[in-house]
């Protein structure tokens, strides 16, 4: 009787003083966890966030409180007498029913959206089922003009001639959303041109229109032509946009050959997948050769001998799950303000988690080897390299290896997203082709990372069956 009492006053009390400790924690957690949720629930949004939450300061969220009590009630009757194994399915069912509709509220799910801008969706979907990757084979024709966006202090010079083309803008700076006009000589006549701008980093893309198609311009019989134009914003991350950038202006002519080549996008998403597959190598290749010794100074099994060594165990292991909890793509923002924006930045963040995710899965490989090799070596006196050289390194090469491939192939995966902050990689070009809408690029990226990471897939599956 005592001990339902005092579940009463205090959840799970009554199990604790019964040493049921585990289970009275459990309950007292569980409880305390719905409470604070319900409070939060009913307290009005405080911050602009919050207020984006649709059951956020509802005073009838309220009523949940049936949902701890019920649970209360059940923790009493536990501490009582042990209840039938079916009333837990019980406490069960409503702590789920309570957590699953706050969380369904909170992650402001909405089914109906998915099909309620579905034209909309058209703008994305049908440029991507024509990807631009391969184009008709043609020869080129040119010009380009240098301006400075925003405008600083020296402004470009406004004109530029090359091979007999010449290109005149209206200003030599401008700022992002400005129109201005080029004008043009040189070029071949009644041959239509397009309009391509070049990035402060180097990255081109055409200009579009209002209809998000490329932007094409007239030339007349005599080679001359004049368009206005918006200046796009090609600002990449990681470069202050109010700092005065060198950008070009490409007014561009084609004529058919006949036969296919890469296209200007397609040349980009064949550098971007070989930075991407080479990154990932690279990272994998540094991030394996720190994590082998770093795992055995994780392996308990290994570090337990004495207080000095165990403490080394436990400070490794420490630094082990810091660096894991932090996803690569926020180191790789800390890797581009270190050495600047490309695939360097990007292998570094890549090596450091992979560091720390082999060491982890090296170590926990290493803890459960056989021991008695282990312990027959340590008894005729071996030392602590001969052990690991002799006892441990023959039991862990296939497991090893299992985990460098298929951490490998994590790395190609996660080599497309540390590009988006910069890190290099097709991920570098994939949110530049996103920003300006360019979704037939976005395409052709998408279809290249499908087909290296099938390759991996197959490549790694072979390997590791043949290492079993």
């Not at 966006?149 to 992002?176: F, M, Q, R």
């Not at 893309?205 to 796009?232: H, K, M, W, Y």
């Not at 996803?327 to 923002?333: N, Q, R, T």
Request: proline share 7%; hydrophobic share 50%; with cysteine.
């Amino acid at each position: 009787m005592r001990y339902s009492i005092a579940s009463l006053i205090v959840p799970g009390l009554g199990q604790f003083l019964q040493g049921r400790r585990a289970r009275g924690l459990g309950l007292f957690g569980l409880i305390a966890v719905m409470l604070g949720l319900i409070a939060w629930a009913v307290a009005p949004p405080s911050t602009f966030s919050e207020s984006t939450i649709n059951f956020k300061g509802d005073p009838s969220n309220w009523m949940w409180l049936v949902v701890p009590a019920i649970v209360w009630v059940w923790a009493v009757w536990d501490a009582a007498a042990p209840p039938p194994a079916w009333s837990a399915w019980i406490v069960t069912l409503a702590s789920l029913i309570l957590f699953y509709s706050l969380g369904w509220e909170a992650s402001g799910l909405d089914p109906a959206a998915l099909t309620k801008n579905f034209e909309r969706a058209q703008l994305v979907l049908r440029p991507m089922l024509r990807p631009d990757f391969i184009q008709p084979r043609a020869e080129h024709h040119e010009g380009w003009i240098e301006l400075i966006v925003p405008c600083g202090e020296t402004p470009a010079e406004g004109a530029h001639t090359i091979n007999d083309t010449t290109l005149t803008l209206s200003a030599g700076c401008t700022a992002v959303g400005d129109t201005l006009t080029v004008n043009g000589s040189g070029f071949w006549p009644d041959t239509d041109a397009q309009l391509v701008w070049q990035s402060p980093i180097g990255d081109f893309f055409p200009l579009r229109d209002e209809a998000n198609q490329f932007r094409s311009i007239l030339v007349d019989s005599q080679g001359n032509t004049s368009a206005s134009f918006v200046v796009p914003n090609a600002i990449p991350p990681g470069i202050d946009p109010t700092l005065p950038q060198e950008q070009r202006l490409y007014v561009q002519q084609s004529r058919p050959l006949g036969g296919y080549e890469l296209s200007t996008n397609g040349a980009f998403v064949v550098q971007g997948i070989y930075q991407t597959v080479a990154l990932a190598l690279m990272a994998t290749t540094l991030g394996t050769l720190f994590a082998i010794p770093v795992s055995f100074l994780a392996a308990r099994n290994l570090m337990s001998a004495n207080p000095i060594t165990l403490a080394v165990y436990v400070t490794v292991r420490t630094l082990l799950n810091i660096v894991r909890s932090i996803e690569s793509l926020i180191i790789a923002v800390v890797f581009v303000v270190f050495v600047g924006l490309g695939p360097f930045a990007g292998m570094l963040a890549l090596a450091v988690h992979t560091v720390a995710a082999l060491a982890k899965l090296y170590s926990e490989v290493i803890e459960g080897i056989d021991p008695g090799p282990i312990e027959a070596m340590q008894a005729t006196g071996a030392n602590w390299l001969q052990v690991v050289r002799y006892g441990v390194v023959p039991q862990i090469v296939p497991p090893f290896t299992a985990f460098t491939i298929y951490r490998w192939d994590i790395n190609v995966r996660s080599s497309t997203i540390v590009g988006l902050v910069g890190g290099g990689g097709i991920g570098f070009f994939l949110v530049q082709w996103i920003n300006l809408s360019d979704f037939r690029a976005v395409s052709a990226s998408f279809i290249a990372i499908l087909v290296v990471v099938m390759a991996m897939d197959f490549v790694s599956a072979r390997v590791r069956e043949r290492l079993h």
